[in-house]
Structures are given as structure tokens and as C-alpha cells.
């Protein structure tokens, strides 16, 4: 069966700065008409960022989309400061955690919600990490509480709903996979 959906109409809802909305008229595999709302993002990094004593760093944060507080791995977007996704880690990590990380490897790379929006994340593994030199000015309105997790007390932490985050709990899962 051909799943493609066919764009005919798309008009732009709306322009900021993290997101742009579309909506869009498609035209189904069976030649009816549907409206797509997408999100479009502009793609981003989270980070598993493992100290020397085996700790992952975790951030508390307040996220206005689902009001509260959440524990989530040091993440941010890929944008114009830093073309790429491996400058985007080296930058969220100076900026949100204080640390420069001397080894970088790419972990993988997922779609974080398909139904509404097209961003993609790549999950990078950060080591032996350094505190920063010249610290970066955090974003404004970021407020943030560093906490330091091993690897039993954050698979603990997701099994009692203390870490909801999706990124952060495939980081935590693939923190597991190494271990074996």
C-alpha cells in the first residue's frame, strides 16, 4: 500500500523563535483531503553527561507545557551559533551544566513526537568532563538546580514516575546497554 500524503495547500500559522506552525491540505492515499497541523523544529541534542564517578548530571527545571518541574539530561536546539549538532552539545553543556566534555560520541537519533511535529534529536554520550574556562550565558528565563544520579537511583527514578522525560529516560536506558 502507498502511505504518502500529498501536500496541496499549506499556509503558515505561526513564525517564533523555537517553533514554526504549518497547517497543511493533504491529499490522502485514497484521493480524500485532510488538514496536518506540524510543528517544525529546528533539531536538537540531549546529552547523557557521566562524570568521572560514574554519575549522570540531571537538571531541574520548570516546564510551562506540562506545569512542573521536571528532571531531564542537559538538551537544547540546534541553531545558528553552531550549525551542527556536536558544536550544540559542547555549547548546552557549557551553558546549562558548566562543563566541557573531552569525549563526545553520537548515541543515536529519534523523532521526538512524529504525530504533530518534525523534530529530530540526536542523543550524544559526554565523558570526561572539565569544568568550563569561560562560562556561556545561560538562555534567558533558564533556571536551573544541578543534581548528580547513579545509575540504580535513576533507573529508580523513572520506575516511580520521579523522570517522565522521554529523552532522558532512553538516555538512562542506553546507560544500562553499556553496562552489560
Given amino acids: 500500500m502507498n502511505f504518502v500524503e500529498h501536500v496541496i495547500g499549506s499556509e ?34 540531549g546529552v547523557l553527561a557521566l562524570t568521572h564517578d560514574h554519575q549522570m548530571i540531571l537538571e531541574k527545571q520548570w516546564r510551562a507545557p506540562i506545569g512542573k518541574t521536571t528532571l531531564e539530561i542537559p538538551a537544547g536546539k540546534v541553531d545558528s551559533r553552531d550549525d551542527n549538532f556536536h558544536h550544540a552539545v559542547i555549547r548546552e553543556l557549557n551553558e546549562e551544566i558548566r562543563y566541557v566534555p573531552q569525549t563526545v560520541k553520537r548515541l543515536c537519533g529519534f523523532y521526538s513526537s512524529v504525530g504533530f511535529s518534525d523534530e529530530y534529536m540526536q542523543l550524544y554520550l559526554a565523558e570526561d568532563l572539565k569544568p568550563v574556562k ?26 516511580n514516575g520521579e523522570i517522565e522525560d522521554a529523552k532522558t529516560i532512553m538516555a538512562i536506558q542506553h546507560w544500562q546497554l553499556m553496562q552489560k
Avoid: C, W
Fill in 134 to 159: 569561560d562560562e556561556l550565558p545561560r538562555d534567558k528565563g533558564e533556571f536551573l538546580e544541578i543534581i548528580k544520579k547513579s545509575l540504580p537511583e535513576a533507573v529508580q527514578m523513572v520506575a
Fill in 12 to 45: 503558515q500559522i505561526y513564525d517564533g523563535a523555537i517553533i514554526n506552525v504549518e497547517k497543511q491540505t493533504v491529499r490522502l492515499p485514497d484521493g480524500q483531503e485532510a488538514t496536518r497541523e506540524i510543528v517544525h523544529h529546528t533539531g536538537a541534542v
